[in-house]
Each structure stands twice: as C-alpha cells, then as structure tokens.
C-alpha cells in the first residue's frame, strides 16, 4: 500500500474504530484512492464499493482487493428479468403517446389538452408533449426517495412557470405521469423500460445488501433514491467520501448525499484537502470559487506540479456553460480544420437543432428546453426578455441555421483522435487535461439594479469550481474574471 497522507492515516483510523464516516475530498485529492486504502487495511470483511458510473466501477473491480465488490447504484439493482423491455427499440414520445392512449386518460377526468393562448404558448399541449413531461416526471420521481409520484415532480419549464400556467400543466400532466408508472410496473406494459425505472422498484422494496461495509464514492452525485438505500443499511458500516463543492446535479434530482449522511447518522466528517491533479497555482485559482461559495475546505497544490494561471492559445480542452456555447466552439474550431471531440458526442446538439427547426417550421416539439414554445419567434423573445442564457442558442441557429449544425456535430471525431476536446462542465466532470480555457458562456450574474449586489447562485459557483479543477498545468479562466465582483451567493 502507498504511503498515505496525514489525512488519508486519519480516515483510515476511522475507519478502524468501527464508526460511519464521511470524507470531504477536494478535486483531485485522492477519494478513490483513499477507498482503496481502507479496503487494503482490513481484508477480512465484505465491502461494496458503489461507483457513480460504469468505468470507475470497472477500474475498482481490477484494482480493489479480492474482498470487495464494485458497483454502480444500478448494477445493485439489476434483474435479467427487465432485459427483453429494456432491449425494445427506441420509442419516441409521439409513439410512447399513442401506445399508452394519453387523450383517453385525460377524457377520463374531462381534461382538455390545451392551454390558454393569450399567455403566448401553444395553442394545444399535444399528447407527445404532454406524454415527454409526464416521462420526464417519472424520471425525476425515479432519483428521489419518495414513495409517489407528486407536483413537485413535474419539471419546471421554461415558459411554463407562471402560477397559472403551471396549475394547467400538472393537471394534464400528472393522470399520465402515474398511469405511465402504472404501465412501466405491468409486464405487459407498452412503454420501452428505462435503468432509472428498476433502480426505483429495488429502492421501494426495501433491499438489505450482503456486506459488511458500503463504500460510497461520487457521494455529491448520489441520488436521493440510492442515498436512502445505503442509509438504510443499518447492519452495515457506512463510509461516504465526495466533495460537496462539486455537487452540480441538483436540476436533474442529485442532492448531496454527504450532507444527507452526516445529518441522518451523526457521523464524523474529516477532510482530504491535498490534491495531486495541479500545482498552487491552479490551487488558489480553486480556492477562490471555494471562498465564494462558503466552503470550509480549501486546496492544498502538489508542490511537484508546474502549474500556471494565464492565456492557453491551444488548449487541450475548452470547457463551455451550456450545450449552445459547446456547439459554438464545436462550429469555430470545425471551420479552422482541426479535428474536434465533444464529450457525450454530437446527438445533443443534433436533438436540439432539430426541435429549433421544428418549431421555425410552425411544428410543435419535445425537446425539454424548447417545448414551452409555439414557435421561433417565441423563444427569441423569451430569450431577450426572460432568460439571457438562451441568447447563445438563438444567435447560434440564426447565423448558422440547423442544417449546418447538424452537419458540424456529424464531423466529430473521438478524443483519442482529436486535438481539441470540448465539453460543457457538467459532463467534464471527473475528467482532467494538461491546458484547459474556459468558454466565455460563463457569463455573471447581473448586478440588483437597487442594491447593486451581484448575486450568484451556489449551483453556479459549484460549476466553475469544478470547471477550473479539470486543469493540471495550465488554466486559461480569464472568462471567470468577474468572480472579484461577486457579492453574495443564494442556494
């Protein structure tokens, strides 16, 4: 075993002494490897290690000692038995409305799938936008760890947020929602079965695991509806190791499972503050998002690293705020003639040039950004009035125009044969490269026109914190230069 840390000793002290235990880890500072050292440290007992996805739990079954079994939350829950639904070709919405007769249920509780014109939305919520919010709710239903599906499921969309407008929706919504739900538990439903959907019936049957000790990595990421899961595991010693900082998934339903665990068991929280991913200098950089979002935990830089803090001219990766900046680039770097990859692939942006096209062509769409939206005109008035974000998308598709775009994401090449990598934050999360800039879509908050505050949510601050650690020798973050006029955060 590697010579631990101070920090890394006191964990596994801890961890000796027989108590749950939560570890704070900063980015790069060793959480896996810290897992690892406790398993090596007693070999006598069972352990689970649950991974937040697939190929860090691949890599845990190759490297952890013999005594301990990786998995993902859904590789727990896995039965053969969902195979032949989950094998079923791709169902579209417009399908998944027809097979599950979405008018019929709502004639059944004398429903009308419309809603009022004069606040500038579709004339007709049709079913396959109706049966996309409903999937959707189910969905968000599926990562929490309640037992039924409620309101508060029902995603809230752009364009559907007035008070009144959203009464409407949950009242067409939600009769789909539970008797899509109603489907997915018959087996002989006709929807196409989802991973998210058996992960939810093990967590409702109440599963105790084979093992001695749960070792929770990614534990900012965890869902609310594996949380509880492991939480319940009341036979079993608890160990969750995260960093709260990174937690960037509360808008599809993550919350922060080490908070959760501290709360509910009462257990200490140590730290692991040394990274070995960068230098100081790409440390401080870290330190003060860290500042900003009132973190305790601050960033030790592995002396060894040569690190540096200024412009990169040809970045290994440029990493972007939103799907619209990424495709930005994406189209810039294309007509340079450099080979581009784009973390997650090109069928993202592709989905959403489409339902822009959609709605250009007077057709409504399901795409959950756009589907508020009865046409193009709409969503750029919604995107000058309501929601500056947006502006990205808009100018986008009005330069470029869908057909180009779609073109632009087909000429994309895989990392391992590209020279620049581009990624939204989110899903560069967990990954590094050598230089790293940061797109300009990172815009700041607007400033109170009465106070002059310039507030920023947590979520934000999180972002760019994890967006700034993805460097381990140079960071180009000169878009993140107004993190000095920031005031005050909000949840």
């Known amino acids: ?15 000796g002494d027989g108590i749950d235990l939560v ?10 490897a810290t897992l690892k050292m406790i398993a090596q440290s007693d070999p006598r007992r069972r352990m689970t290690y649950v991974a937040y996805n697939k190929s860090i739990a691949a890599d845990a079954k190759r490297s952890f000692p013999a005594n301990v079994g990786a998995s993902t939350g859904h590789g727990l829950a896995f039965d053969p038995k969902y195979l032949p639904r989950l094998n079923r070709p791709r169902q579209t919405a417009h399908a998944a409305a027809q097979a599950l007769d979405v008018k019929a249920i709502l004639g059944i509780i004398g429903a009308t799938p419309s ?29 929490s760890s309640d037992p039924e599906i409620k309101a508060r499921h029902v995603p809230r969309y ?48 109440r599963p105790i695991l084979p093992t001695d000790v749960v070792l929770l990595d990614e534990a900012q990421d965890t869902n609310d509806v594996l949380a509880e899961v492991l939480l ?30 501290v709360q509910a068991l009462g257990c200490p929280e140590l ?30 830089g592995f002396e060894q690293c040569d690190s540096s803090i200024g412009p990169v001219d040809s970045p290994d990766a440029i990493l972007c705020r939103s799907n619209s900046g990424a495709m930005g680039v994406v189209m810039e770097a294309l007509t340079t003639g450099r080979k581009v990859a784009l973390v997650g692939g090109g069928s993202e942006i592709k989905r959403l ?15 959950p950004e756009l589907l508020a939206f009865p046409s193009w005109d709409a969503v750029r008035e919604y995107a000058e009035e309501e929601d500056g974000s947006m502006k990205v998308l808009v100018k986008l598709i009005d330069e470029h125009g869908t057909d180009r775009i ?61 967006a700034v650690t993805r460097a381990r020798e140079r960071l180009d973050s000169q878009a993140l230069a107004w993190v000095n006029t920031i005031t005050a955060v909000s949840a």
């Open 1 to 15: 075993m590697v010579n631990p840390t101070p920090e890394q000793r006191e964990a596994i002290d801890s961890y």
């Open 23 to 32: 570890l704070q880890a900063g980015a790069g500072c060793g959480k896996s």
């Open 115 to 143: 809603i009022p014109t004069d606040l500038g939305l579709p004339k007709a919520m049709t079913g396959k936008i109706i049966m996309r919010c409903a999937l959707d709710t189910v969905s968000r239903w599926c990562h």
């Open 158 to 205: 752009d364009g559907l947020t007035k008070p009144e407008v959203r009464e409407r929706l949950l009242a067409l919504v939600l009769p789909v929602a539970h008797a899509a739900w109603a489907d997915l538990t018959n087996e002989d439903g006709v929807l196409r079965f989802d991973h998210d959907y058996y992960l939810k019936l093990w967590a409702l049957s």
């Open 232 to 261: 319940s595991q009341e036979h079993a010693q608890r160990i969750a190791v995260g960093d709260s900082s990174q937690a960037i998934y509360e808008w599809r339903g993550a919350r922060d499972a080490l908070r959760g665990f």
């Open 271 to 300: 730290t692991l503050s040394q990274s070995f991913r960068f230098g100081p200098a790409i440390a401080a950089e870290a330190n003060r998002w860290l500042r900003v979002i009132d973190a305790p935990l601050r960033l030790s």
């Open 353 to 367: 040039a489409w339902a822009a096209e959609a709605l250009q062509d007077g057709r409504p769409t399901d795409h």
């Open 406 to 466: 779609v073109a632009a994401a087909d000429q994309l090449v895989a990392e391992t044969r590209a020279e620049l990598v581009v990624s939204t934050a989110h899903k560069a999360k967990g990954r590094e490269w050598p230089a790293v800039r940061i797109h300009s879509d990172f815009r700041p908050p607007k400033p109170n026109p009465e106070t002059g505050h310039v507030l920023l949510k947590r979520e934000e601050g999180r972002l760019a914190y994890v």
